[in-house]
């Protein structure tokens, strides 16, 4: 794996001007701002602020990044896990404070026989990470298994249905098929191009049949924002169901 994520945040973390890009796989390129992995809670959107109310108990914080929910968390006084499965951004987690934040496949969770959790935090567009229809399905049924009874996961989705830029439609007449949306994007910065990855997205009217048989139900749909704008992506809330019965 090209650790390009990783390279930024150290970067960052090191006072570095940063300017990267996200590419899809037809071409379209688009600056990211990655700043906003250190964003401070006074710089969060007003939906972030809202979810992260939310959080109880112990954590897991999934694609944790530079460590800015983990440790807003930790000083609030949560027993908080944060993974990463870039290097690079764990290393930075761990330089910035986070007492608990181990380099790890969100799709390859390996946890103690005691460890379950409460709150699962997949933020940043995070619940995608599954790659596709089938992958989210599976992770939610992990989820399911390492988790207290009335546990939760707060996760954020880039919602594809608000998309009106022409490109973004042709993209997905191509891709489109079933459920949701897979798109596959990377990472450049500087002269390093990261390793290709699939992006899963969902809107809020599939999210329930999405989540039928997994154990979890939709308890919560919060908008977000950035930069005061309103944002194509929701932060959900989804309770577990018991017996994973939906």
């Known amino acids: 794996m090209i650790d390009t994520f990783g ?3 150290s970067d960052i973390h090191r006072g570095k001007k940063t300017r990267c890009f996200i590419e899809r796989e037809d071409g ?29 108990k112990k954590v897991l914080d999934l694609g944790c990044g530079a460590g800015r ?20 951004a764990v290393e930075v987690a761990k330089l910035r404070g986070v007492k608990d934040v181990r380099k790890m496949n969100m799709n390859k969770l390996r946890f103690g026989r005691n460890e379950k959790f409460d709150t699962v935090l997949m933020m940043f ?24 009874e009335n546990a939760q996961i707060i996760a954020s989705s880039l919602d594809y ?3 009106k830029n022409p490109a973004h439609l042709a993209y997905q007449k191509i891709k489109k098929k079933g459920l949701g949306l897979t798109i596959k994007l990377r990472v450049l910065y500087k002269k390093q191009k990261g390793s290709w ?6 809107s809020p009217k599939e999210m329930p049949e999405l989540l039928e048989g997994t154990g979890w139900r939709m308890a919560k749909k919060i908008p977000e924002f950035y930069f005061k704008k309103r944002s194509p992506s929701y932060i959900y809330v989804l309770k577990k169901v ?5």
């Open 7 to 9: 390279k930024i945040m």
């Open 28 to 56: 379209y390129t688009n600056e990211s701002s990655s700043e906003e992995y250190f964003y401070p809670y006074n710089r969060w959107g007003k939906g972030e602020k809202e979810a992260i109310k939310l959080v109880n």
């Open 69 to 88: 929910h983990a440790l807003y968390l930790q000083n609030k006084g949560f027993s908080v896990t944060a993974i990463d499965i870039s290097p690079g």
């Open 125 to 148: 567009n995070n619940f995608g990470l599954g790659g596709s229809m089938a992958g989210t399905k599976k992770l939610l049924k992990k989820l399911h298994k390492i988790t207290s």
């Open 161 to 163: 249905t608000a998309a």
């Open 197 to 202: 990855f699939d992006l899963y997205t969902i």
């Open 242 to 246: 018991k017996n994973g019965k939906t």
